[in-house]
T-cell receptor
Framework: DQQVKQNSPSLSVQEGRISILNCDYT??????FLWYKKYPAEGPTFLIS?????DKNEDGRFTVFLNKSAKHLSLHIVPSQPGDSAVYFC????????????FGKGTLLTVNP | DARVTQTPRHKVTEMGQEVTMRCQPI?????VFWYRQTMMQGLELLAY????????DSGMPKDRFSAEMPDATLATLKIQPSEPRDSAVYFC??????????????FGSGTQLSVL
């Protein structure tokens, strides 16, 4: 039972444009959400996070939006760069899960020059 | 620059052999996780520890997998006997979660396991 779902296995965008990666969750007890980026042959690296008390968090070119009523979050990358090409994982946790991070299956983003 | 260290980076073994993967968490981190990455399941949690005590190993096949933390600087994941379906990348991650303030984990580079 996937509690965190990334329904798009892949996404391709042009350099300079906006990339939007989506994530849905089913567990209403989740209250903290994170995005990780993963390059081949490396471990995932933390990108940005958001607490459930907020609906937006921004860090440079990266913005995460949270819609609690829809149990949906998205990651916006503006402008997209070729170096952003990687697999992006959405993750969620909650106090009831004892800080256990549950990950989605990932979305492969390709930014074309 | 603090990081999670995993060894070995690559392991090729034959079915039935024992496999041991090691992880050195970042100094001061009190929570250690083992994840497995496969094409079908993405990143799936196998086990995790808080202050060296196992909290959850429900994602782990109990008959062949075992996870331990003999001390604060070492976590191990063992597979005995290994099977071809165990072929995957195994990641260790550590963190020091502080609810709502900093729940991110730091990942090692992974162990690429191939069981023939």
């Amino acid at each position: 039972d996937q509690q965190v779902k990334q329904n798009s296995p892949s996404l391709s965008v042009q350099e300079g444009r906006i990339s939007i990666l989506n994530c849905d969750y089913t567990n209403s007890m989740f209250d903290y959400f994170l995005w990780y980026k993963k390059y081949p042959a490396e471990g995932p690296t933390f990108l940005i996070s958001i607490s459930s008390i907020k609906d937006k968090n921004e860090d440079g070119r990266f913005t995460v939006f949270l819609n609690k009523s829809a149990k949906h979050l998205s990651l916006h990358i503006v402008p997209s760069q070729p170096g952003d090409s990687a697999v992006y994982f959405c993750a969620a946790s909650g106090w009831s899960s004892n800080y256990k991070l549950t990950f989605g299956k990932g979305t492969l983003l390709t930014v074309n020059p | 620059d603090a990081r999670v260290t995993q060894t070995p980076r690559h392991k090729v073994t034959e079915m039935g052999q024992e496999v041991t993967m090691r992880c050195q968490p970042i100094l001061g981190h009190n929570t250690v996780f083992w994840y497995r990455q496969t094409m079908m399941q993405g990143l799936e949690l196998l086990a995790y520890f808080r202050n060296r005590a196992p909290l959850d190993d429900s994602g782990m096949p109990k008959d062949r997998f075992s996870a331990e933390m003999p001390d604060a600087t070492l976590a191990t994941l063992k597979i005995q006997p290994s099977e071809p379906r165990d072929s995957a990348v195994y990641f260790c991650a550590s963190g020091r979660p502080n609810r709502g303030l900093d729940e991110k984990l730091f990942f090692g580079s992974g162990t690429q396991l191939s069981v023939l």
